[in-house]
DNA sequence: ATCATTGCAAAAGATTTGCAAGGTC
DNA sequence: GACCTTGCAAATCTTTTGCAATGAT
């Protein structure tokens, strides 16, 4: 769903924070500096982080800009509650991506490198549904992640063992 | 994998007591009463668990036949290693379930009973087989949970709101 | 001015680990 | 007897919470 307004014959879509802005005022919240500075964070590259990796990326304590642990992880609520991001769990930690205004997708995850590749396919959500509706099931969603070791990986392990031994 | 052996034409499975004895020999591990106990306790019942419910479903401590909770969590990993068990997240905790003789599937999970509901799709495999060629991933498995309300919950809910009121 | 939000310190929940005592091969 | 395992206590890791100070509307 992303979120797109017509006006007329315009097109209007929000951007992340004017879509996260009518979130908080709808419900009494404040914006405040720091949510601003995680908005305009999060979606200024595409990618898949958990919580150690975005305060790692953010400025560190004392510097401007500045966003504590506590205050992160409440934001990040915010945000999947919001609409902005999807949440998944993957080895024990929780993992997010964005949501707002991108396409449902899954993902090939490889074992040796921990990336995450994307994938679409609506041929997916066509036997997604059908299995729900052989279940009497009213679906909210799905969550699919093909294990694996990504071509990159499978040829350096082939070629020479020497960089992963060396770790 | 149901790990079947053929002999001439007498077709022997080992139980998963037999098979998790050979992993440990093969490991220079040791059998011991604990472990030969959750092995009998979990594969004594088809169900899905996790690690707490599992201890709370052994003998407390003090009666015979209690076992430790870091064994019991150092004895899921072995049994996970061993294929006996497949291990998922699901809202942040470890689940585990019997994989060992049990045919490959996947899960519809209720979010308001929290119950996971099993079926297998041939149709799913080959999808996810041919993704994977697609991205030339050497695929070692996957993981699809369907999100949504049961029926029954979403009967009951319908029909009166009181129970969910009421807790 | 009111009331949401922040950062700190501490708590909480799940899982893991060091280690001495005990059990298995 | 050698050495793997266990249970205990304590540590770890990730995430959450209480609370006083600060900030947004």
Known sequence: ?????????????LTPQERFEEYLQSRGMRNT???RTLVEHIFSHHDHFDADQLIA?????????????????RALSEFVDAGL???FELAGRAVYEHDYGYPQHDHLYCKTCQ????????????????VAKDHSF????????????CDECAKSRRRTRRKVDLV
Chains 1, 2 share one sequence.
């Open 1 to 13: 769903m992303p979120e797109e307004y017509s006006l007329g014959s315009v097109r209007v879509s």
């Open 33 to 35: 500096d720091q949510r």
């Open 57 to 73: 990326s953010l400025p560190a304590k004392g510097e401007t800009g500045y966003v504590s642990r506590p205050t992160v992880y």
């Open 85 to 87: 991001l999807r949440k």
């Open 115 to 130: 990336r995450l590749f994307e994938f679409k396919s609506d041929e997916l959500v066509d036997l997604r549904n059908r």
């Open 138 to 149: 009213r679906v909210t969603g799905h969550r699919l992640i093909i294990h694996g070791i």
